[in-house]
């Protein structure tokens, strides 16, 4: 494999990230979907993330094209003494994982996370996925927070 590229998302990625997501196979809305759907809510949602500076999104290039990409949200909490990166998207593409595609990513945010002050990244992995059974975070010195309930209240 030739060297990963992490880069900055552009809106030209948007069909490659749609592609990525739907090739998952994880989220099963987005395969009853048409593909121009997919992309139109992707591009909607990556717009409203280059528009200010509280939300970063990259992509993971690998032999020229998208092979994964990771979106952070930066939040600034009243009680840390610096805001929290929550990573909420990190995704690569199945033929590419274990092959240091997810590392290049988490790198490039925590290297972000610590030139913005932050006081703490933040994220959920179902115990389901393959990363969380690899230790892929815990590995690089993530730890659960066995103390917290994730909830979810659904509006739509």
Do not use: Q
């Not at 992995?125 to 909830?151: C, H, L, Q, S």
């Amino acid at each position: 494999m030739s060297a990963v590229r992490i880069r900055a998302a552009k809106l030209e990625d948007v069909p490659s990230i749609a592609v990525l997501l739907r090739a998952l196979g994880w989220f099963g809305d987005l395969g009853e979907e048409p593909r121009e759907a997919t992309e139109r809510r992707v591009r909607r949602h990556l717009s409203a993330c280059l528009a200010d500076n509280s939300h970063s999104v990259y992509v993971a290039e690998a032999e020229e094209r998208v092979v994964g990409y990771g979106s952070v949200h930066w939040l600034p909490y009243l009680f840390l003494p610096g805001p929290e990166g929550y990573v909420s998207e990190l995704f690569v593409e199945e033929a590419y994982r274990g092959r240091g595609v997810g590392r290049s990513l988490v790198e490039v945010i925590v290297a972000e996370a610590h030139g913005r002050g932050c006081a703490r990244l933040m994220l959920l992995v179902g115990r389901d996925r393959e990363a969380y059974r690899r230790g892929f975070y815990a590995k690089r010195g993530w730890t659960e927070r066995p103390e917290m309930a994730n909830f979810v209240l659904r509006l739509g």
